[in-house]
């Protein structure tokens, strides 16, 4: 098994390396470095110490963690029985080499400690890691896994290709013009501090590998309004004492009515092809959501973390063709999967009835597609839409035929019974029902509109006017609409 002694060189120069690592790094005379970019290495070599780097690596592989793995690799093939291997500060502070080392089962590691840059970073920028504080990878940073509320330290923001990465994963998450600080060689007689608006983070010329960025946390609430944290304190404070009496006696019932109009909104917003609308909409149905779930949190039932939870488990589970080793052909694949899946999560048993998983409650077309699209899957089913057109036909007549007796229950039902065929039309065609009864809707407010308007623009009444002279004007809605000038 090949030993490896890890040194730490420290922050700085020699004059920041602690005695002891002094000492034993002069006593063995022959040291692996990382990398030469470092204030000590020239010291050490002016005093006997015979340095070897693995910086070529750097030009060899353009992905750092291939970089990192090649310097283990090569590690484990030198032939010394006693292996020295130095990085720049703490050995376990930002060195993802070590890391490597640490988990290689053919490695035993030995590891001599060295001051951290971190302990002259917080010198530097005067401030107390107790307050939050993140350390972050600018070669591999995430978004999503930011603390704007904390102290954040980059490192290794070597040059101004990382420093673009970092300002462009930034900007995703604060203004262009935050002010942030640039930290060279902290702590040392070389050390440089520069502030700066975040969209000149990468024109400094000053990056090396000695280059941290300082990202101090966010005061101003309205640049976390972004962040789900803060709208979850929203909604809290909208249902805590001292908020607001209307969200205050609100429950899963009152709230329910809510929920379908700001659904039928986002549906609208989506046919308008505005996304400004759309956003609004969207957190119109957002605001539901978290409603209902405050609420549950309040009554001691639930939190968002629990919705949030159960929908995550919910995705990797039911798509195992994107998260496990199922493989699918296409669509039609994917769906027959989530609903295998779907009847072992509810441990469906045999003697329950198919149309049993369709709920109840949903819009009156939706619930019938979803009825018929149930009773197909066991070939209840026309295959053609010659026999659909004949029921159509027949459910007409029996209609007409309730009209001619003036019975008024059972014109009810054979209209229903018409919807229900006509949304089966629907269904065979590939047409959504909902989705064409909301464009007729639409198609008749924007004609009525035009009516309401050319009859005030002519100074007449609608209500003096014959069903005749409407229609007329209705006629020009419509040529005005195959034109492109009604809207």
Sequence with gaps: MKKITV????????????????????????????????????????????????????????????????????????????????VPGHPFVAERTVQLLKDDQDVTLHVLGGQSFLDDMYTALQVDPIEGCQIIDGTSMNRDELELTHHMIIVQVYDSYIASEVKLTLMDRLPDDYEVTIVTAAGSRDQIIKTVPLYELDRDLALSNLTAVYIPPVKNDQLLYGEFDALRQVIAKLRGPGGCPWDQKQTHASLKKYLLEEAYEVLEAIDQEDDEHLIEELGDVLLQVMLHAQIGEDEGYFSIDDVVRSLTEKMIRRHPHVFGDVKVKDSDDVVLNWDVIKQQEKGQQPEELLLDGVPKGIAALIEAKKLQKQAAKVGFDWSEAAPILVKLQEEIGEFLQEVKDERMNEMTKELGDMLFVVTNLARFYGIDAEEALLGANQKFRRRFNHIEMVTRERGLAMSNLTLEQLDDIWEEAKQLEKEGDLT
């Design 7 to 86: 040194i730490g060189l420290g922050a700085g120069g020699l004059e920041q390396m602690s005695l002891g690592i002094y000492r034993y790094i002069t006593k063995h005379k022959k040291l692996l470095v990382r990398t030469m970019e470092h204030p000590a290495i020239k010291e050490l070599e002016a005093e006997g110490v015979v340095i070897e780097s693995f910086d070529h690596l750097y030009e060899e592989y353009d992905d750092f963690e291939r970089v990192y793995e090649a310097i283990v690799e090569q590690l484990k093939e030198k032939n010394d029985t006693e292996l020295i291997y130095a």
